[in-house]
């Protein structure tokens, strides 16, 4: 039976998270091909004596010719990846248009498909959801048990307040002390270069970085008519009048300059970077992910 | 310097700043829509709102623009540079005063004539100042012409002087005569072609009815009507006529004979259905009156029987109730003068001791018919034989009619000059005794059963031949007439009777006999009508159109006198009392005395030689002068092209309006396309991508 992916909006509806997460993990390893990387790191560290109940694919069958005797490949990092997925929940991500997800339910979708795909390869994962501070921290595990635990904090998030990028990351950065990947999770609307610099630091201890932006169509392409007053989810102001027609091509233009920022930004500092609109279904969004990145 | 027609709309002019008004108090609110992050859309504000405040405030000037153009429309706007047209300081002007006989029509008790004397006496106090200071510099000059379908009095050159023009304007009548607005307008371009160069213009004073122009402005050739037409001269058409069209009129009335009858035709101009009581006066004697309910806009006629012979009868009017148009509700008919005429009548064939069978028996019978009283006969006639013929003199006759006689000596042929000839034929005529121009008509004779076809050709000597039996009138010889000009015909298409000329007399030749040797036409009722008929054709045609007794306004009267009279002069008595002597003036051939002053309708009477002649003349009722129908005024400006033509209605502010339009320049035009433009940048300013 072939796979069709579901958009974001009828996945919502499918089930608890686990079971949504399991959906499109499963989808999207039953459409891809037979992947040489498959959860172990392809370091090869030494050898160890065959025993009962080890996979046959690991023996070394060159030993054998030479010894007459079964040995197994062992590898240098057996227990894979460690990553921390970062969840912006500030007000700017309950935004949605039309029929959509708002940013923050796709962002949640998004945490829960990547740690159960992550934990499904048996990488650990753990999850970390802020605002203006962290608000809550799970620490990474390997086991697949553990996805119930981010569900379940991921389930009960609780939108915040106003977003600041830069002083959630710094104090992200002393929690965690060995080198993983950092999946950053946010719609980014905050002052690039502040963003930016911050996320830079991880870099330079070392942490592979990847940026997800999510945004909503509409705050791209600005479809807005006539005059309008905008009322700000973020910020202390009240809100701003505007003739809509008259300023879309100015904010589309602003808004393609701040992508731009970001993304030349962050290939400048190595970050992955990868934006996604909230109308885009998951897979094709991790599809994405996946065809830049070798290790997950 | 801007000067405004109407300035009382110039209240409104406010209403210019409505489309502000609407931008400040009454902009639609705006939906509130949540957004994640305000910042771009604010900073995007900051870039574009400068710019959009500009185009903006930009359409909403153009807009009031516009509206403040269309109120100026609307006040109709006039201005000034000192001087209209070219650099001319003179303006020539020219009042042409309708003075046709709807002019006469009463509104609200003033006639239309006399609203248009008050108006013009107006507009020449607005034109020239009392003090005469412009007029003094020689900027403004008048001239007055009386139009009709004729020019009536005109000023003998241009005039400044106010109260001269205002006495002349006091002594305008009403004529009788009908509208040729042409014709006036005309008289003022040859006017002005006389003049210096100068700023020029037209105010016809009328009623502006239909009758002002004959057919469709698509039919109207401009340059066939008025050679000397200027465009360049402005035409200012001031209309009296307040739309009342309420009229009733005698067109027409007919006369007829066996019994008298009183036919009058009368028409109503107006919408409404309306009771018309009509009456005829006859002789002076009013004789018979009746109520007609006439319809909207018909026409009906209603006979009137008179119990007396038409010998009692000479003159009569018919009469209407007087509406407010008097001048077209009585009509004046009257009766030709009755005179003798002799006759010679030649019998070729007298068949004495039964004179029933002789040639000349039954054409004399039917020319004495009419005889019924000594001195009052129509025909006078006399029977001869042929060989009295020659020893006949025959310069007192009006007629010969020759009844198959065997020859037309040369000798009487010369005698005959100035008088007509009918020539009958029969077994004793031998066409090569006669004259070649006689000869040679006459054919072969031919025997059968021939009956009568086309009877009256010319149309001129039969009436009402379809009360006769003309089926039994058969004819059993007869001669094949050749040339001349057939009057009328058998039924196999060969002529019965034809028409020659001999030295500018009239020569009737009668294809078969006129007694009952070929025919049984004598003993048919159509017999003496039609030798009546044919006599008088020959004798009194040539005489006709010079004793016409029906006449319009204008017309000349016209008197022949007789052969034989010895007074050569005659008097006319005019409808108001006032006489006039005639004398005789000899044509070549007649002596006739004329008059030339028919300007009011009535009964003219004419003595001389203890005879009375009436002469009636009428109105020219084929003109629809008495229809009131207004003109429509955009159809009126399509006669004029090229020319700056207005119309206007005349109050009191009109004077004032036609000096400003003299001494400015009408700016309509230039504000409408103003209008236009801002229209047409309002539209693609809203368009404009910012």
Known sequence: ?296 | MISFLNPSLLWLLPLSLFPVILHLFFRKKPRRVPFSDTRLIQLAMKRVLPRTKLHQWLLLVLRCLALLSLLLIAAKPVGYSGFANGNSRTQQVILLADTSYSMGYTESGITRLNKSKQFEKDLIGDLLSEEGEKAAAGFKQLNIVEFSDYIGRALPEFSIDAGYLRKFVTETALSCRTTNLPAGLSFCYKSFAKMPPGNRAIIIVTDLARHLFPGEAAQFNIKEALPEYDPSVRLMFVSVNNGENDNTCIENVGVMDNPLRFVPEIRNFGARRGRCPVSIDINGRTVANDLLDIPGDAAMTHEFRYGADIRDFASGTAFIQEDNLGADDRYYFAQGPRVSRSVLIVDGDPKYGNTLDSESYYVNTALLEEKLEPGSNRFDTRVVTAEEFARTGLQKYDLVILCNVEKLPQEKLSELSGIPLIVTLGDRVVPDNYPAFLSESIGETEKGEFKIGELDRSGNFVKNPEEFELGNIIFNRRAKLLGGNPLAGFNDGEPLLIEKENSGNKVLIFGSSIDRDWTNFPSKPFYPSFIRSIVRYAVERQRAETEANYLTVGEQIKYVFEKGDKNMSARLILPGGAEENLKAVFTGSYSQAVYEGTDVPGMYRLETGGKTVYFAVNLDMKKSESNLARFDAPGLKKYFPGAPVWIMRADETTPKNISLLLEGKDLTRFFLILVLVLLAAETALSNIKK
């Open chain 1, 1 to 296: 039976m072939s796979y069709k992916y579901l958009d974001p909006v009828s996945l919502s509806k499918l089930g608890n998270l686990r079971l949504k997460a399991k959906y499109v993990v499963e989808g999207f390893i039953s459409g891809m091909h037979q992947s040489p990387h498959r959860g172990h790191s392809l370091e090869f560290a030494q050898h160890r004596e065959y025993t009962p109940g080890d996979e046959l694919r690991h023996i070394d069958w060159k030993v054998y010719g030479k010894t007459d005797k079964y040995f197994v490949k062992q590898y240098q990092e057996e227990t894979n990846l460690r990553a921390h997925i970062l969840l912006d929940i500030s007000n700017s991500m309950t935004y949605k248009f039309g029929g959509t997800l708002d940013k923050l339910s796709y962002g949640i979708h998004l945490a829960a498909v990547l740690g159960y795909l992550l934990l499904h390869q048996e990488d650990s994962v753990g999850l970390a959801v802020f605002d203006s501070e962290i608000r809550n921290f799970i620490p990474s595990r390997a086991h697949l048990g553990h996805f119930s635990i981010i569900a379940d904090a991921l389930e009960k998030i609780i939108p915040g307040k106003d977003t600041r990028i830069a002083p959630v990351l710094e104090s992200f950065s002393r929690r965690i002390r060995k080198r993983g990947l950092i999946i950053f999770i946010s719609d980014l609307f905050d002052e690039p270069e502040e963003v930016l610099k911050t996320l830079k630091n991880f870099r330079y201890q070392h942490h592979d970085v990847m940026v997800i932006q999510v945004i909503s169509n509409a705050e791209r392409e600005f479809p807005f008519e006539g005059p309008l007053f905008f009322e700000p989810l973020e910020g202390d102001n009240a809100g701003i009048y505007s003739e809509a027609d008259l300023i879309r091509d100015e904010y589309r233009r602003l808004m393609e300059e701040f992508i731009n920022r970001y993304k030349v930004g962050f290939r400048q500092a190595g970050i992955d970077y990868f934006l996604l609109s909230t109308d885009t279904p998951f897979e094709l969004g991790i599809r994405s992910l996946f065809s830049s990145r070798a290790d997950i």
